[in-house]
């Protein structure tokens, strides 16, 4: 068994590669993958915006996570057997000391800030919010969130994958080693 963390910033495509990684591997392989934001305590955490003083629910923070159920889910799918493949996806996949500890690949998805921002407006559009906003929250507070507490992430990865490209190269790299680890 391989067990791979994924992180990176908000729309940086961690989620993407992982889905790809799933696509590709899992036609031969039994995969598991956990999303971090599934454990997520939405609505529990709030900061106050550094310049404007607007207060935020403040999704960028690593105590958002629910450690508890979190850890669970990832120790019930390194339990099981059967799974050749455990992909861990998120914000903080590298952030948590103890999760790095049973990493065996750590992957970082790199994308600027300008281009998460556009992804980002692009999501969160889609459900209703305005392009206002969307910019305020992510001026105010969640670029900070990131220099703070994901990009000091990078320097745990084994790997960094360029987000802005959509190409299948890295991907393709990244099997390959996977495959490698678990023949």
């Not at 910033?9 to 989620?15: A, N």
């Amino acid at each position: 068994m391989i067990i791979v963390g994924i992180g990176g910033g908000t729309c940086s495509g961690k989620t993407t590669l992982t889905g790809r990684l799933e696509k590709a591997l899992g036609a031969k392989y039994k995969v598991a993958v956990i999303n971090m934001d599934t454990y997520f305590r939405w609505m529990t955490l709030y900061t106050t915006a550094p310049f404007t003083g607007i207060e935020y629910v403040d999704h960028n923070h690593p105590n958002v996570v629910d450690l508890d159920k979190f850890y669970a889910a990832v120790e019930a799918a390194i339990s099981d057997t059967s799974n050749n493949v455990v992909l861990v996806e998120g914000l903080f996949a590298l952030y948590f000391g103890k999760l790095r500890e049973k990493l065996d690949l750590k992957i970082f998805v790199d994308l600027g800030s300008d281009q998460r921002l556009y992804r980002r407006l692009k999501r969160h559009m889609a459900h209703g919010e305005t392009m206002d906003e969307v910019g305020s929250r992510y001026l105010d507070t969640v670029r900070y969130r990131h220099d703070e507490f994901v990009e000091p992430t990078r320097w745990y990865a084994d790997v960094i994958v360029n987000g802005s490209l959509d190409t299948h190269k890295g991907t393709d790299i990244i099997i390959s080693h996977i495959e490698a680890r678990i023949l």
